[in-house]
């Protein structure tokens, strides 16, 4: 198992910080073969760039995240 980051980790990052996590995670989705996994990956970007305050983007990457759902799925 892998170590979750604390809330207060979270909760203390910084803007910069959180981009740097967006680009991480938008790295590891592109790599990534797995719907699961690409789905999460796009959902942790999602959130990161929310914590950015770049909600355009936010919405983007949830749009890409719903979208790796086969569609028997999604809502």
Same mark, same amino acid.
Request: proline share 3%; net charge positive.
């Given at each position: 198992? @892998?170590?979750?980051?604390?809330? +207060?980790?979270?909760? @203390?990052? +910084?803007?910069? &910080?959180?981009?740097?996590?967006? !680009?991480?995670?938008?790295? &590891?989705? =592109?790599? &990534?073969?797995?719907?699961?996994?690409?789905?999460?990956?796009? @959902? +942790?970007?999602?959130?990161?760039? =929310?914590?950015?305050? !770049?909600?355009?983007?936010?919405?983007?990457?949830?749009?890409?995240?719903?979208?790796?759902?086969?569609? +028997?799925?999604?809502?």
């Amino acid at each position: 198992k @892998s170590a979750k980051p604390s809330y +207060n980790v979270i909760m @203390s990052m +910084n803007k910069d &910080e959180w981009k740097k996590m967006a !680009d991480l995670y938008t790295k &590891e989705f =592109e790599k &990534e073969k797995s719907w699961k996994r690409k789905a999460k990956w796009a @959902s +942790n970007t999602a959130l990161s760039y =929310e914590y950015t305050d !770049d909600i355009d983007t936010a919405l983007k990457w949830i749009n890409i995240a719903y979208n790796q759902l086969p569609t +028997n799925k999604r809502l």
